[in-house]
């Protein structure tokens, strides 16, 4: 049985005070909403924080609200929240498809939007008990039992174990919502120690697997912003080895606005698990903008949208075939939501 590590607790009023306890702690604390992500870690060994900060006791945080005439999503609202609200499924179908995807309906009644978007990236040479791990050799992204983040080791004493030698850990970022919320043109609203900065979502992201997000340690998400759909249409793809409970083998979201004369005015393609950050497919989208779709336009869009991606070996299924599911997925997207001429 794989147990919990001894911790302090914190179960603070307000966002601000729980970002004060994070900065006072520094590294040595973790933020807490659902759980569904970082007490396996816990159990795992792969985070043993000396304080956890809950954010279950925050008034306010999980409402979902108009904001003129797009729509504000608290942080702390659950999945099933999200994935089930009106106007969520009437305007915004993409990020209803995602939320409602995650996981099984007990882990979307706990994990939050915000949790999923901060998850930690994957990889299966690091999301294993210490045993596992300690007997095939550490990896760059956990070297040890009290090596995360690795601090002063080098990527030459412990490499990543998925591409040695590449001078990065190569961890698999696999949530759901991001992409969905990006191709929708999301903004968040960051709470830290220090103040609040509004960043559109998909600044929020960097290319690392060891620390993917654009924001201090004390900073949480409190709140995600939606713009107008204004006709905008959009919807999610996922492929996993399994339809319930498995993350992500390749995600895509697409969003897009066709005039009454068939010509697309924007469009945005969006993928998940194919790298350690959500991958804008903008070369791919730009090819639809302009254009009257036919069913070749939209094969030659998915398959430039898969070329574009970069899978590596660090899940179950082959990095070929999620490339090329992700090229398959994008076309079939597409077709479902635009008028062909």
């Known amino acids: 049985m794989l147990r919990l590590p001894e911790f302090e607790y914190h179960r603070p009023d307000t966002l601000e005070e729980a ?3 994070l900065a006072d702690y520094g590294p040595a604390a973790v933020p807490i909403a659902g759980g569904t ?5 816990m159990k795992r060994k792969q985070v043993r924080p000396e304080a ?4 279950a006791g925050i008034a306010g945080a999980a409402g979902i609200s108009p904001a003129g005439d797009g729509l504000e999503i608290g942080g702390q609202a659950t999945l099933e929240r999200v994935a089930t609200h009106g106007t969520v499924q009437d305007r915004y179908q993409a990020l209803a498809e995602a939320a409602g995807a995650v996981a099984t309906p ?3 009644r706990m994990g939050t939007i915000a949790g999923n978007l901060c998850q930690d990236p994957r990889c299966d040479k690091y999301d294993r008990p ?5 007997s095939v050799g550490y990896c760059w992204k956990a070297p040890g039992p009290d090596g995360y983040p690795p601090g002063d080791v080098t990527e030459e004493e412990v490499p990543c174990r998925t591409a040695p030698g590449t001078g990065r850990c190569w961890a698999n970022y696999s949530s759901d919502t991001a992409p969905a919320l990006i191709a929708l043109g999301a903004e968040v609203r960051l709470v ?3 103040g609040e900065r509004i960043l559109p979502l998909a600044d929020l992201f960097i290319d690392s ?5 654009a924001k201090d340690h004390h900073e949480l998400l409190a709140e995600i912003t939606l713009p107008p759909a204004n006709g905008m249409q959009s919807t999610y793809r996922k492929f996993a080895p399994r339809e319930s409970f498995d993350f992500p083998e390749v995600g895509v979201a697409v969003s897009v606005e066709q005039d009454d004369d068939g010509i697309v005015r924007d469009a945005a393609i969006v993928f998940t698990a194919v790298g350690s950050r959500p991958l804008v497919a903008e070369v791919a989208g730009e090819k639809l903008i302009g254009e009257r779709p036919t069913a070749d336009l939209l094969e030659a869009v998915g398959d430039r949208a898969s070329r574009g991606t970069r899978p590596m070996d660090n899940t179950a299924v082959h990095p070929t075939y999620r490339k090329q599911v992700g090229g398959v997925y994008t ?3 597409l077709e479902s939501l635009l008028t062909l001429a």
């Open 192 to 194: 830290g120690d220090d």
């Open 130 to 134: 210490l045993d596992w791990r300690e």
């Open 19 to 21: 970002a004060g306890l």
């Open 37 to 41: 992500d970082i007490l396996p870690k």
């Open 331 to 333: 076309t079939r997207a």
């Open 106 to 108: 007990s882990i979307r």
């Open 209 to 213: 697997g060891l620390d993917p997000l």
């Open 52 to 55: 956890v900060v809950s954010l």
